[in-house]
């Protein structure tokens, strides 16, 4: 039985027809916590919408939107199905589950970690949407959402967070250690859009032909804001669900989290007013959002002077990243690679280096890099593959005509802003101004 079973044990009191006797108030209050925070997760979705959505053209506003909704639906599905079965099911040789799959049946109170854990797939697979935006066709998106949750990072987890003590993932039984998906999770879904990108090529106009790189501004930089405060709110329930059942250590998850986002604001802007430039609003909400996925790894393990260092080293990161991948002439509209996946990966080694008395200890920071980059290389070359392969079979990238006028009419019917894109829209269509 893993722990995610184990915790779903505490709902057997709140269900109909088992008896109250068998389960202790800790265990109800753990798994009225723990159905709490997917709740919290799940607010993540609209949080990475809206952050999206703002960041792209307002051309591609409804596009984004769908994506995120839809992805969400496909990914809880599709992980409900199969993803949780080769996550959690019955380790073989520490690779992968061979259970567990469509899980169900009545009172069994395990089903409210496989809502929690659907909420981990859907945010994985979220985060491939804002980096590939605005020229990536809807229907293939979706087909490679399907993908990413019931292969890439089912797998990956059951390495990490599979098995049991005594048949563990084969990461997990060299010690690894990742609090809620700082690799899991974020180096993931941050590589395997990496392996899209560099399928899908860079939005039209997006570099020069001598490789200067062109601003595509956002349309909509508040709705940008709110989305990150969403995202904000919601990394408590996403990093609080794994305080262990006493709740002794969710203070310091929790407290490290709020910490973590402050840090990671605080790096941007200082990294922005060494370079000399402007304090972009754009780059202090990644610096924040860097800061959350540093500290996704370590927050259970880190004192909280050490979260702020890794979350400060996060924020700075979001800020230099995405000007590295700019020279690679990779274009990530929301600079996703650069959060999720570069900072996961700082995140998930600082957790080997600042571990809680047993501080940069060789031993550990050599099995979290090792983590980390099979993490990485993992979900690069099969993501990669996947993009790949759906660009020779039915084709992922949307037509330059397409591009041009817009996904939201050309993929959706539909546009964000009527009233102010009608006569754009219809002198694109063909007809008069």
Known sequence: MTRWHRWGLAVAALTPGVACAQTSAEEIVHSVWIATCAGLVLLMQPGFALLESGFCRAKNAVNVIMKNFTDCAIASLAYWAVGFGLMFGLSWNGMVGTSDFFPGGGNDTSLVNVLYQTFFAATAATIISGAVAERVRFMPYLVGTAIMVCVIYPIYGAWVWGGTADNPGWLRGMGFLDTAGGSAVHVIGGFTALGALVVLGPRLGRFSRTGEVREIPGHNLPLAALGAFLLWVGWLGFNGGAADPDFKDLGVIVLNTHLGAAAGIVGAMLTLAIHRRPLLMSAVLNGALGGLVAITAGAKYMDPGFAIVTSLVGGMIAVVGPAMLQRMKIDDV?????????????????????????????????????????????????????????????????????????????EHYEIGYGEFMASRTHRDLGGEA
């Open 334 to 410: 929301v600079d996703a690679v650069s959060v999720h996946g570069f900072c996961g990966m700082w995140g998930t080694i600082a957790t080997g280096m600042f571990m809680r008395d047993n501080l940069f200890d060789l031993h550990r920071i050599g099995v979290q890099t090792l983590g980390t980059f099979v993490a990485a290389g993992w979900a690069f070359a099969i993501g990669w593959a996947v993009y790949k392969l759906l660009a020779i079979t039915i084709g992922v990238r949307a037509s330059t005509e397409h591009e041009q006028r817009g996904l939201d009419y050309t």
